[in-house]
């Protein structure tokens, strides 16, 4: 910690308190010459004489060139029984910051150790190492719930952490003959969201809801078209903590249209539901691909995989005209979107479906989370998604197989995984098999954590 050479520059201790406050250290001081020399006549100990009122005290002043380095310094309250709180400013003739400022109660000391290290000790020179969080609640049933403040202690912050629920996956179309059709498009991943507050300013108690997760589209009947999936519901602390749900998937088709995978959650609004484009990602900012902060991604359309976020859900898995499959988004935060289900080709040939996005993670080319279902004669269902941790949000699940074989139906795909995570797509079943149902979208969550 240095003072500046001038006697403008000065290091000052502002007293809360009538105490008996000993400032003790020691100075090194360095001329501004090139090369620096210490100067021995004005390097020495610090030590003031006892502070017993609040008042304002000069520890250092600076000097015309002489750059001085506080190599050390002990701040103690020598009072019986008065606590006292220390500010320590840094000041240079118009500017004044603090630097550091605590309460010490009779007989602690605050020391700075000369590395840029400021230690609160106790009255028999023990660190107060903060021990970290005493109490946990974990709030994972969907619906209305209620949070209530620690009374085995006293807490002096709580941290609330949201996650929405993932979107569910679109279910896939039947259809037979030279003829596209489409599996479901994959549910978004639910948004992330953490917030510090003061217990103080907190009730007794606070109102809590679990977001569930989307539901599932329905696999067309014979012949038919498949429904979309339904978007993840919002994970909430009081008003001061929201984690909004993904889009659900679009349906599967018999139509060479493109489709839309679910847009991811946001922080502030909830992702939408593909359509022939992919679905719009949840509000504060501009959803895309590469959506940041707690903005949701965009869901995919093209055969790319659905967007990756921040805070926000992944975009879902969607697919082109043809259609080519594209799979779940990932997110740093968030939870992951689920994987395209298998379509066909005019041919008519199978297209695979596609895996769930990965939480916890930025993967461009998406995946990562729950693995495909196979396509063929005997298709197969979607992987679900990995359920959430206290290190990572939920895995997207994975699209279901589809098939071109008469009388089979499609797969389901995989359900989101708990904490988020986007359920998969279902696949094209073949007539009269019915299209597979889309994967159900993983709840969302609520921990509160108090210290």
């Known amino acids: 910690m240095l003072v500046g050479s001038t006697t403008s520059h000065l290091l000052r201790v502002i007293t809360s308190a009538t105490a008996d406050i000993e400032v003790t250290g020691s100075i090194v001081a360095v001329s501004t010459a090139s090369p620096p020399v210490v100067d021995g006549t004005v390097t020495a100990p610090i030590v003031l004489a006892s502070i017993t009122s609040a008042t304002t005290q000069t520890i250092v ?41 605590a309460t010490l109660l009779a007989g ?11 230690i609160h000790y106790s009255t028999n020179a023990v660190p107060m190492v903060p021990t970290g969080p005493v109490d946990i609640q974990v709030f994972s049933t969907p619906g209305a719930a209620t949070w209530t403040k620690p009374t085995t202690f006293t807490p002096s912050m709580v941290m609330a952490v949201c996650v929405g629920g993932g979107g569910g996956g679109g279910g896939g179309a039947s259809q037979t003959g030279a003829v596209v059709r489409t599996g479901g498009c994959g549910g978004g991943g639910g948004a992330f969201a953490r917030e510090f507050m003061r217990a103080s300013e907190l009730g007794a108690t606070v109102s809590v809801t679990i977001g569930a997760g989307g539901t599932a589209g329905g696999g067309g009947a014979s012949g038919a078209d498949g429904t979309a999936g339904g978007i993840g519901g919002t994970s909430s602390f ?37 359509t022939a484009a992919g679905g719009v990602g949840g509000l504060p900012g501009t959803s895309s691909l590469t959506s940041l902060a707690g903005t949701g991604a965009l869901g995919g359309a093209n055969g790319s995989a659905g967007g990756y976020a ?27 979107a689920g994987g395209c289900g298998g379509g066909a080709t005019v041919t008519p040939a199978v297209i695979a479906a596609t895996a769930g996005g990965q939480s916890n993670a930025c993967i461009v080319a998406g995946g990562g ?28 699940g994975g699209g279901g197989g589809g098939t071109i074989t008469a009388n089979i139906a499609g797969a389901a795909g995989g359900a989101g995984g708990a904490m988020g995570g986007g359920g998969g797509g279902g696949g094209v079943g073949a007539n009269t098999g019915i299209g597979g149902a889309g994967g159900v979208g993983g709840r969302g969550e609520v921990r509160v954590y108090s210290w």
């Open 61 to 101: 002043t600076g000097a015309a060139s002489l750059t001085k380095r506080v190599a050390e310094l002990c701040l103690r309250n020598n009072h019986a029984s008065t606590s006292c709180d220390v500010t320590i400013t840094r000041e240079d003739g118009t500017n004044t910051d603090t630097v550091v400022k």
């Open 238 to 274: 009081g008003t001061v903590c929201s984690a909004y749900g993904g889009g659900g998937g679009q349906l599967g088709d018999n139509a060479s249209t493109a489709g839309g995978g679910g847009g991811g959650g946001g922080t502030a609004a909830a992702g939408a539901v593909g």
């Open 108 to 118: 602690e000391s605050l020391v700075y150790n000369g590395a840029g290290t400021w």
């Open 369 to 396: 989370g729950g693995a495909a279902g196979t396509s063929g004669a005997a298709p197969t269902a979607g992987t679900a998604g990995q359920d959430g941790t206290s290190l990572a949000s939920g895995y997207g």
């Open 310 to 336: 921040e805070w926000g859900g992944g975009g879902g898995g969607g697919h082109t005209n043809v259609p080519a499959n594209g799979p779940g988004g990932t997110s740093l935060k968030g939870g992951g």
